[in-house]
């Protein structure tokens, strides 16, 4: 017999059973209510805001299907006469499940210590946590201030119909805890993404007079070429942020990544188009335009040697964005209070190579701490994603002994 009888168990159960994968991004406002109705319970005032979809079909590129409506919980509790402010929060969202599960990935399945479940590690395993410390937090009468919750959706789009509209539309904080990272770690920042496309154009003639014409796949490997070479020197580029040991690099480091290619048209043709997807990585110390400068300058210098290469570049708009705070902020030090005091050691404070929605708090001025209940090998993004009971329970203890501490009574 497993006992499941936990809160974090029973809204995880709950929560892995919808199904929120995005794209399409459907049957939002069913798993934030799964939350909300207990927290109304606990005594807090809950909302649902909708995002206009405008925000994000203006934010995502290609061909992304969106369905259903862009929807996030803001549930706030306040006592006593403080006017602090922390805001939690986790998103709902997951990615698609993708093949070779040997589980349903929609239902829980519970092996040992282990959960299975879409989204049980990223990110509804800490949706489940923090509403359950939320919930214990509304029974004791140990705070002063005003406790936001909020779970957001289209993290796993680039959060700007999520926690970045909220933010961007009144949400403010005095401190926060985003609970879309590690266990293992106390997190103080993140690495941002930039996505490009090179288009490259050549002149279509038949391959047995293939001297006729340009051939784009042949130019194209230049630019691969060049862009590899760029990703070896931004390989020597090293943040002074601390990065999770897991990640076999000691410092937080960019990359860039030739992801996609396409082009080619039939085995006669001299191919006149091929196009390649570019992912680039940003440390904290990197900002946007100084990347998009570099980009361009090494296609600019492999054009200047090569004047038949024809290209044209799209820059994705820029959804996550890479960001730092201080590890001397209040937050911080709390979270790594707690997060001793449930470990039994001492934390491991870093930043993180993947991008998370905390970059649009920090941005507005708001120190935010990320922490979370995943940990290297539970397939984050794979088939058969779990999570550990006891990482839930952990992290749900961490977040409320931080928000005990941040929300003091005088
Ligand atoms: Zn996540």
């Not at 601390?242 to 960019?254: E, K, W």
């Not at 005091?341 to 920090?362: F, K, N, S, T």
Request: glycine share 10%.
């Amino acid at each position: 017999m497993s006992q499941t009888n936990s809160l974090e168990e029973a809204v995880l159960r709950e929560l892995i059973g919808v199904d929120t994968s995005v794209p399409p991004g459907r049957n939002y406002l069913e798993a934030l209510k799964v939350a909300g109705e207990r927290l109304e319970a606990a005594g807090f005032s809950v909302e649902y805001p909708v995002t206009p979809i405008s925000v994000v079909k203006s934010r995502v590129h290609g061909n992304v299907v969106l369905e259903g409506e862009r929807v996030n919980m803001v549930a706030r509790i306040v006592r006593g006469e403080s006017k602090r402010r922390l805001l939690l929060n986790a998103h709902i969202d997951v990615v698609p499940p993708g093949p070779n599960w040997s589980r349903d990935p929609f239902r829980l399945s519970v092996e040992g210590e282990k959960l299975f479940g879409r989204g049980a590690s990223d990110n509804k395993g800490s949706v489940a946590a923090i509403t359950a410390a939320a919930t214990r937090l509304a029974f004791s009468t140990g705070f002063e201030g005003e406790l936001i919750v909020a779970f957001t959706c289209d993290e796993e789009i680039g959060g700007r119909s999520g926690l970045g509209y909220l933010v961007e539309n009144g949400l403010k904080a005095d401190a926060a805890i985003v609970g879309d990272g590690s266990i293992r770690t106390v997190g103080i920042a993140a690495n941002g993404c930039m996505r490009f496309d090179v288009r490259v154009r050549g002149q279509a003639a038949h391959s047995s007079r293939n001297w006729l014409g340009v051939n784009a796949v042949e130019k194209a490997a230049l630019v691969v070429d060049a862009l590899a070479q760029l990703n070896r020197r931004l390989g020597e580029r090293r943040s002074s942020v601390p990065a999770d040991p897991d990640s076999g690099v000691d410092y937080l480091r960019p990359s860039l990544t030739v992801a996609m290619i396409r082009g080619g048209v039939k085995e006669n043709v001299v191919p006149p188009l091929c196009e390649i997807t570019v992912d680039r990585r940003l440390i904290p110390e990197e900002t946007w335009e100084e990347a998009k400068a570099e980009v361009l300058g090494v296609l600019e210098a492999l054009k200047s040697k090569d004047p038949k290469l024809d290209y044209e570049v799209e820059f994705e708009p820029q959804n996550h964005f890479s960001y730092k705070v201080s590890p001397n902020e209040e937050i911080v030090q709390l979270y790594a209070s707690s997060w001793s005091r449930v470990m039994g050691r001492e934390p491991l404070i870093v930043g993180g190579l993947g991008c998370v929605d905390a970059c649009y708090l920090a941005a507005k001025g708001i120190p935010v701490v990320t922490g979370g209940v995943s940990r290297t090998g539970n397939n984050v993004h794979a088939n058969d994603e779990f999570v550990l009971r006891s990482d839930i329970k952990s992290f749900s203890k961490i977040v409320e002994l931080t928000a005990l501490n941040y929300l003091k009574r005088a």
